[in-house]
């Protein structure tokens, strides 16, 4: 719900310090992909003849259904409905095809292809409980336990 140009431009050119020399880095590094980005919006906004200032989107600047940041968008959204047009905000078909898209072309995805894959444990395995649904152990901590 917030304007993409603001939200880009005021983390563009005003991102958060902490005062930590030891986040300053990566704060740099950050406020350089927003500046980036911001340059992507106007780029998007000549070549797929948007307004903008109306686009909204997340804090941080991710745009339409798909959450696609500017440069995301330039490079993976493709006109899933045959209109002509790229639009991530209003048209569903434009939406899982340009996911699906990103999916192909940053993941390595197949098309028909699995999705998910069924855990086994062994029978001797080490329970573990997880504490919430975030991914908190690698494949081989898993494995370790006796998860398959």
Not at 23 to 51: I, T
């Given at each position: 719900?917030?304007?993409?140009?603001?939200?880009?431009?005021?983390?563009?050119?005003?991102?958060?310090?902490?005062?930590?020399?030891?986040?300053?880095?990566?704060?740099?590094?950050?406020?350089a992909f927003f500046r980036?980005?911001?340059?992507?919006?106007?780029?998007?906004?000549?070549?797929?003849?948007?307004?903008?200032?109306?686009?909204?989107?997340?804090?941080?600047?991710?745009?339409?259904?798909?959450?696609?940041?500017?440069?995301?968008?330039?490079?993976?959204?493709?006109?899933?409905?045959?209109?002509?047009?790229?639009?991530?905000?209003?048209?569903t078909d434009d939406v899982?095809?340009?996911?699906?898209?990103?999916?192909?072309?940053?993941?390595?995805w197949v098309r028909g292809?699995?999705?998910?894959?069924?855990?086994?444990?062994?029978?001797?395995?080490?329970?573990?409980?997880?504490?919430?649904?975030?991914?908190?152990?690698?494949?081989?901590?898993?494995?370790?336990?006796?998860?398959?």
């Amino acid at each position: 719900s917030y304007p993409v140009v603001d939200a880009l431009y005021t983390l563009a050119f005003a991102y958060p310090r902490t005062g930590d020399p030891a986040k300053a880095d990566r704060e740099n590094r950050r406020e350089a992909f927003f500046r980036g980005e911001l340059a992507q919006l106007f780029a998007l906004g000549q070549e797929q003849d948007l307004d903008i200032t109306t686009l909204k989107g997340s804090y941080a600047g991710a745009m339409g259904w798909g959450q696609f940041m500017p440069s995301s968008y330039r490079e993976f959204a493709v006109d899933g409905d045959g209109d002509g047009r790229i639009d991530l905000f209003g048209s569903t078909d434009d939406v899982f095809a340009s996911i699906a898209n990103y999916f192909v072309n940053k993941g390595g995805w197949v098309r028909g292809g699995p999705v998910v894959v069924r855990a086994e444990r062994d029978p001797d395995a080490q329970d573990h409980e997880p504490e919430g649904l975030a991914p908190d152990m690698s494949l081989a901590e898993l494995d370790a336990l006796g998860y398959r």
